[in-house]
């Protein structure tokens, strides 16, 4: 089983819709957990993190944590074309210090 | 401008040749990691430093190695021993090193094998 998994996608939606991404977890010790978003060709940028269960909104992005179920997922809500990209889930250890395990990304494209 | 920076952003390798990445930051952060990353696939790390002088494999280091010697500088270099060195590499740091830093990504450099 591996680490963190997402759907590889991809994932379609129209413009304004809202888009939903998910990831799962395998090791319940997992502390913390990062949402980063990489265009084509480009480096991953950091969108927003979440420690607690529960939802965290960041402007039109939410993340929604659920340590139960071991699932983490992303809304964005009025999605754009230029939301259109590979979003990466990452997921930190209390038991491996400063170590980030990634899942392979969710492409999302958003259609005018 | 604070940031991460990375190069050259592409790098040819011969057969046989050793060649050395850069990875300089301006943060002052402590930790430094090396990721790679094929087409389609997510982060694998290759090796980590927490503190100056002081690094740890990640889960596929063979082939590679690197040094620490400086706060700001953590140099990855591909040797030959790394049959199938074609990926998109990335340098990221953190402030320190617990488990709830977020790391920040260079641009990165793409390999490519001649």
């Known amino acids: ?112 | 401008d604070g940031g991460i920076t990375q190069s050259p952003k592409y790098l040819f390798r011969k057969e046989g040749q050793n060649v050395t990445l850069s990875c300089e930051q301006n943060l002052n952060h402590d930790a430094m990691y090396w990721y790679r990353q094929d087409p389609g696939q997510g982060l694998r790390l290759i090796y980590y430093s927490q503190i100056v002088n002081d690094f740890q494999k990640g889960d596929i280091a063979e082939g590679y190695s690197v040094s620490r010697e400086k706060k700001e500088s953590f140099p990855l270099t591909v040797t030959s021993a790394q049959k199938n060195p074609t990926a998109f590499y990335l340098c990221a740091s953190s402030i320190g090193y617990s488990e709830q830093e977020t790391q920040y990504f260079g641009p990165g450099t793409r390999l490519l094998v001649l």
């Not at chain 1, 230029?82 to 990634?102: I, P």
């Open chain 1, 1 to 112: 089983q591996k680490e963190v998994e997402q759907n590889s996608g991809p994932l379609s939606v129209p413009e304004g819709a809202i888009a939903s991404l998910n990831c799962t977890y395998s090791d319940r010790g997992s502390q913390s957990f990062f949402w980063y978003r990489q265009y084509s060709g480009k480096s991953p940028e950091l969108i927003m993190f979440i420690y607690s269960n529960g939802d965290k909104e960041d402007g039109r992005f939410t993340a929604q944590l659920n340590k139960a179920s071991q699932y983490v997922s992303l809304l964005i809500r009025d999605s754009q074309p230029s939301d259109s990209a590979t979003y990466l889930c990452a997921v930190g250890r209390g038991s491996t210090l400063g170590r980030l395990y990634f899942g392979r990304g969710t492409q999302l494209t958003v259609w005018p």
